[in-house]
């Protein structure tokens, strides 16, 4: 489907800042590992540092990429709320409107109560945010919970309304 043909569209990315500090974090622990392999006197086990060290700069030069790329994306249409948290969930996760029994617009904490941002697990339920926070929260028949981050409270709150008709 087209972004037109949906109820609602939102896409969040992490903040520039968070992926500055992210990437230059990487970046400062590769240098680390690369000069400490250089200067290392050790010729015996030079070999086995020297592949350590690459495995390492290569997780986390992915670890800096996956960074870079990240987004939440969010749609409802006429029957379900379709999550996607790229480049961690590869294809959407659906939720249908039918088997949400309770929704609300609420203010979270997400270190408090989730312990930061991301794809969360807790005694909460579920939580899916990239950053702020303002949320929608989903109660399922089943007693289930999920979270889901927003940037766009009442317009999430308004399509719900109009999802749920």
Request: net charge positive; proline share 3%.
């Amino acid at each position: 489907m087209k972004k037109e043909e949906y109820i609602f569209y939102e896409e969040q990315k992490i903040p520039l800042i968070a992926k500055v500090i992210a990437v230059v974090s990487c970046a400062a622990i590769m240098a680390v590992l690369i000069a400490s392999t250089i200067h290392s006197s050790d010729t015996s086990e030079k070999k086995s540092t020297l592949i350590l060290t690459i495995v390492n700069c290569i997780i986390l030069g992915i670890a800096a990429i996956s960074i870079l790329y990240t987004k939440l994306i969010v749609r409802i249409d006429k029957k379900s709320i379709n999550i996607r948290f790229f480049p961690f969930m590869i294809k959407d996760k659906k939720l249908p409107l039918k088997d949400i029994q309770r929704y609300y617009i609420r203010k979270y904490r997400p270190i408090m109560e989730y312990g930061g941002w991301g794809i969360r697990w807790n005694s909460n339920g579920r939580a899916y945010c990239i950053r702020g926070n303002m949320a929608i929260q989903l109660e399922f028949e089943s007693g289930s919970k999920i979270l889901i981050g927003t940037q766009k409270p009442g317009e999430l709150n308004a399509a719900m309304d109009k999802g749920k008709l």
